[in-house]
């Protein structure tokens, strides 16, 4: 059974500190998709990464992927309380079934 | 174009009470997944559809819950009977098949509520 594990699950900035959330999961996959979850909201789209070494930005987030270390990141860079929300990453099988980490909650404080 | 549609949007039954939700995905996409998100967890896969077809229920309660999607479009899941544990929100979400990034897109999810 592919699992996915997130580490922290909590996390608690102050505006402008830079922080890394991480994503382990134990099979081999090379797709890998961060969402964004705010409170009540669905789920929103912010990265795909589809090989391994692969490196997406945008603003203040920029995910990466290292397939051979079955291991993601997701770095914030002087983080601003628009940031505050659950992400997710989710790994892809090769079957097409994701499977989701529980998610790290980010609260940004000025 | 647009987004996955899901309705109700919010549910309260009581327990050993049925309930039914709908999804009706993005246009074209011939994939449909079911999870269900417990308040402070990720999405679990409950049920993926190709078409009409099931491709993975592995996940899904079939004592209680069912799901169809027989016109190969729009789906509904039931719960039959709902247990206090089945509180949760369910998403469901669907895909693009052929598309290079194999990327889902979520509906707004139902809010569930068992009392």
């Known amino acids: 059974e592919l699992k996915v594990e997130q580490n922290p699950l909590f996390l608690s900035m102050q505006e402008g500190k830079n922080y890394t959330i991480y994503c382990n999961y134990s099979?081999?996959?090379?797709?890998l998709y961060w969402y964004r979850q705010d409170p009540g909201k669905s789920l929103e789209s912010l990265f795909v990464?589809?090989?391994?070494?692969a490196v997406k930005q945008e603003g203040r987030l920029m995910a990466s992927l290292d397939t051979k270390a079955r291991l993601s990141t997701l770095h914030i860079t002087a983080a601003v309380h628009d940031l505050s929300a659950t992400y997710f990453c989710a790994v892809l099988t090769n079957a097409g079934k994701s499977t989701f980490g529980d998610g790290t909650t980010l609260t940004v404080k000025p | 174009e647009a987004g996955v549609a899901q309705s109700p949007r919010y549910k309260i039954i009581e327990k050993r009470q049925s309930v039914a939700f709908w999804c009706n995905p993005i246009?074209?996409?011939?994939?449909l997944y079911w999870y269900q998100q417990i308040l402070g967890q990720g999405p679990k896969l409950l049920i993926q559809?190709?078409?009409?077809?099931?491709?993975?229920d592995s996940q899904l309660p079939k004592d209680r819950f069912s799901a169809e999607r027989l016109k190969g479009v729009d789906s509904t899941l039931k719960i039959q009977p709902a247990k206090l544990e089945d509180s949760a929100v369910y998403l469901c979400?669907?895909?693009?098949?052929?598309?290079?990034?194999?990327?889902?897109?979520f509906g707004p999810g139902t809010r569930l509520t068992v009392l």
């Open positions: 559809f190709q078409n009409n077809g099931v491709v993975d």
């Open positions: 246009s074209g996409h011939a994939t």
């Open positions: 099979t081999t996959s090379d797709r």
């Open positions: 990464l589809l090989s391994n070494g």
């Open positions: 979400a669907s895909r693009r098949p052929g598309s290079s990034y194999n990327e889902q897109f």
